[in-house]
């Protein structure tokens, strides 16, 4: 099972009591979720790098580099060997290899299990979860929150999901996703920015810009 997790956008006191997360969420968690969802509910747009580290369960790993623009719900993801545009309406997804191209609805898009930072502010709001704060520490000199997610239901297909937040300039620089299967998928954000304009033609494949591509017409009418 092959996941693209998108970095889109939205989502420093330690207790030792909460060194494994309990029946209840952290308070102190909930705190820097709400000052996060505050800071990324903001942003008008976003576009990062990220690195994206899958970890697949008898499998070497394999990292992919690639950048993610999104405005409102429109989003362009790149990655090595697939690009998918998202204008609202229709997605695009574009298998370089093969030199074909899907189009879909958008409602019916097969990537709906995208995980983007603000999927995680609704996993911290919905209930389904109980949080806590799990480690500060500092890496490649930046000052990070981690806070771990586990879910209630015990059929859930993940184990576990985990968010390291800049607790300086108050960012997600990461997210961890631990699955059942033993699977892990990791994605680091780099070069952030936000609130930027962009012409809503580069949220849609340009046919004529990539000729011999085969379209696949995948629409429900």
């Not at 993940?158 to 699955?179: E, P």
């Not at 033993?182 to 810009?209: C, H, P, Q, R, W």
């Amino acid at each position: 099972m092959k996941k693209y997790i998108t970095l889109l956008f939205s989502i420093g006191l330690i207790m030792s009591s909460y060194a494994q997360i309990g029946e209840a969420s952290d308070p102190l968690a909930t705190k820097v979720l709400e000052k996060l969802k505050k800071k990324y509910d903001s942003f008008i747009s976003l576009e990062a790098d990220f690195t994206l580290e899958m970890k697949l369960s008898g499998q070497d790993t394999e990292t992919q580099n690639g950048k993610i623009i999104q405005d409102g719900e429109m989003y362009l993801l790149s990655l090595a060997d697939q690009v998918i545009y998202n204008n609202g309406t229709y997605v695009w997804i574009h298998l370089k290899s093969n030199k074909e191209v899907q189009l879909s609805d958008a409602d019916f898009e097969e990537e709906s299990e995208i995980i983007s930072p603000k999927d995680m502010l609704r996993i911290y709001e919905s209930n389904e979860y109980i949080y806590a704060i799990t480690d500060v520490k500092t890496e490649n000199g930046e000052k990070l929150t981690e806070i771990e997610f586990k879910p209630l239901d015990r059929d859930s297909e993940y184990i576990k999901m985990r968010i390291s937040i800049n607790r300086k300039d108050n960012i997600m620089k990461k997210i961890a996703i631990f699955v059942r299967d033993g699977s892990k998928y990791t994605v680091s954000l780099e070069n952030i920015e936000s609130n930027k304009t962009y012409d809503e033609k580069i949220f849609a494949f340009d046919k004529a810009a990539h000729p011999g591509v085969h379209v696949e017409d995948l629409r429900i009418d």
